[in-house]
Nanobody, 122 residues
Framework: QVQLVESGGGSVQAGGSLRLSCAAS?????MGWFRQAPGKEREGVAY???????LYTYSAKGRFTISKDNAGNTLSLQMNSLQPEDTAVYYC???????????????????WGQGTQVTVSS
């Protein structure tokens, strides 16, 4: 069983930045960030897989950076140039499928954190 605890959410104005962190109870290889806006389905944002390959969805590419510490226990998401449409609850996930093309779908990940709210105002 992997326990995940996110932190770093908050409120910023459009154009601002936030850094999310996710502490895992044990080392995990394939991890990702997802988000869910009110009334919408949960969607992938970024993923880190084999050999630390990083994958991003179109909306995140060029603005967000996913990284993991050397121990493999802490996952981060640096979010720059935030826009109101980035407002959502952000979730850390682990035990995800191995992917090399695009971030996994939510059903491809086993373990989930409780989520952290990100609110971007215009």
């Amino acid at each position: 069983q992997v326990q995940l605890v996110e932190s770093g959410g908050g409120s910023v104005q459009a154009g601002g930045s936030l850094r999310l962190s996710c502490a895992a109870s044990v080392y995990t290889r394939y991890m990702g960030w997802f988000r869910q806006a009110p009334g919408k389905e949960r969607e992938g944002v970024a993923y880190i897989g084999a050999f630390d390959i990083t994958l991003y969805t179109y909306s995140a590419k060029g603005r967000f950076t996913i990284s993991k510490d050397n121990a493999g226990n802490t996952l981060s998401l640096q979010m720059n140039s935030l826009q109101p449409e980035d407002t959502a609850v952000y979730y850390c996930a682990a035990g995800c499928s191995l992917r090399s093309d695009h971030p996994p779908a939510p059903y491809e990940c086993v373990y989930w954190g409780q989520g952290t709210q990100v609110t971007v105002s215009s």
